[in-house]
């Protein structure tokens, strides 16, 4: 029998704000068949999910939070301030199995490699967030997701088992953490910069949900709404703490080396966005937040080196949209022309990072979209992300 259709709406935001410091994340159907990814990431009823009920998070506590600042205590060995414990430790989920002690192992043995190259960041990925995802079991739920989706890649012949897994997982995760009943402030700051680094790398390396896409356009949607998601990291955590965040337990994350203007590594042909700007007939508050994303991507492209250096991790890739001011955002979420361009310079740096598993072709699927949407008209601005994805 033919299955019958999801119920809600296609299209839709992939997070939304509750207030400045307090961040829901949310999914619509997809209308995908025959199991709605979205509706399963949320949770939502879905005609389709007929065999496959996604995990319930029930068990999870928001009184677990810490009431009293969770990382005032001091670790005597490097000075920075560390987690402090909860009486009550968060138990494990009933949902998880065997197969999940599995995905923890792989985890701590394999993938924390992959989020990036230094060893500094490698050991908070790989020990400080999993010690922290003992509390704060959302951002273990959504660790365990990761890791499926990485043993999908390692194990392409039960891929589609990872994928659903990775899938429950982070519903469980997504529940718990929009059950926060605090808002964010230093005693759960790095949860919540741990937590949404996670979610966008989740965004961009879950290739179920990309194959669920339609069309370009539905690919461009998915793609600004993940910059969209990583911009609102700085207004929940590194525009109010990032102070505390440099003496935390996880200030190597914080810690990158700082180009400065003229940005001597930045690629000739990247520098044709400013004449963009300088062309168009723009307010000045326009110009002023196209002025600073173009800033920062300049800053990037000198940070990562690239394209002439190639990646294999993620490491600073995120560091772009994290900068983006609102104006931006805006700007981009109304798909105006300048806004996408500027966007297909940075899908250029993805691009360059092709090689690790979590972002793979999606700088050049980026490109292609956008290259799609605006049509000939804007194509002479387009010509260099075009060639750079050709030539590769």
Sequence with gaps: MQEAPCQGTRYNQMYRLQSPSKLIFGWQCDETQPRCVNCATADAQCQYLASAKVASSSEYDPSRLARSPAFSNTDEANGTAAVSTPSTVGRMSPTWDIHDMELLHHWCTHTYKTMTDVPDQQLIWQTTAVTIGFTYTFLLNELLAIAALHMAICRPESENVWHTRATELQSVALKGFNSMEQQVDESNCVVVLLFSALVGTHLLGDRSRIRALASSSDYLDHLVSCVSLMRSIRGLVLQNHSAFLLQSSVRALMITRNPKPPYDGVPSECRQLTALIAESDLGPSSIEAYGTAIDRLFWLFDLA???????????????????????YTALLNQRRPEALIILAYYGVILHSFRNAWCIGDAGASMIRAIDAQLGSYWSRWLQWPMGMIASS
Aim: aromatic share 8%; charged share 25%; proline share 17%.
């Design 305 to 327: 080196e690239v394209p002439s250096k190639p990646h294999d991790t993620p490491r600073s890739v995120f560091a772009w949209p994290v900068q983006l001011t609102d104006e």
